[in-house]
């Protein structure tokens, strides 16, 4: 029995850790590591909730469920995941990641119960989702992208709104400082604009034109 526990353990670590891989091939916030730990400490978790208090079963009049230990799982974990969220100047990031951690949590609690078919099952769908989706529907709905740039042309920030300002682009927010050194005017400009996920591309090729005039600080 005790290595059919080892290998419950193992199986949800790998599958936390196949998960996390992607997460951290795209850069976010929660990595390999964490899935991993995620889905091993559930499935840990689990684990003890199942065979942790077999000896209270021997007592009279002690009733016992199995499930109140692992139900604290599904919300605790949404502390970690609050954690990878993100709120920085009108963008929220880290959404998917923290789905990911809370889905990665109830993979550990499955295979911990033995559920070996329905954990595996679950941990395919959700890389089908974290990759297939995105590919498949690529082109569907709009992307955030944060900027921020300084420029000693004002008109530059007049044209680069003007050609903003059409249907695969929305400038969500727009913040500019203007800063006088030694008789030289400088522009610092922060805006956040949402693009086409077909024009993701359109939107760097945007600012290549104006590269001449203007000193690019960050694009995320």
Request: net charge neutral; with cysteine.
């Amino acid at each position: 029995m005790v290595w059919e526990w080892v290998i419950r353990l193992f199986v949800a670590g790998v599958l936390g850790a196949l998960i996390g891989l992607d997460r951290e091939y795209r850069a976010k916030e929660a990595g390999y590591r964490t899935h991993f730990l995620v889905s091993l400490g559930s499935a840990l978790i689990m684990l003890v909730s199942q065979y942790g208090f077999l000896e209270l079963f021997h007592e009279k009049g002690v009733a016992y469920d199995s499930s109140r230990v692992a139900a604290q799982v599904v919300s605790g974990i949404g502390f970690i995941g609050a954690g990878t969220i993100i709120f920085q100047k009108q963008i929220v990031r880290g959404l998917t990641t923290a789905a990911g951690i809370w889905a990665t949590s109830g993979i550990g609690l499955a295979i911990g119960a033995g559920m070996y078919v329905l954990g595996i099952s679950a941990a395919v769908l959700t890389l089908v989702g974290l990759e297939a989706l995105s590919l498949i529907f690529k082109s569907v709905g709009m992307k955030s992208s944060l900027i921020e740039f300084s420029t000693n042309n004002k008109k530059v920030l007049d044209e680069m709104r003007n050609r903003l300002d059409s249907k695969d682009y929305i400038v969500v927010s727009y913040q500019m400082e203007q800063q006088n050194h030694q008789d030289v005017v400088t522009y610092q400009v922060c805006m956040v604009v949402k693009a086409r996920r077909s024009g993701d591309e359109s939107l760097f090729s945007l600012l290549r034109e104006f590269q001449d005039d203007m000193v690019i600080y960050r694009i995320e």
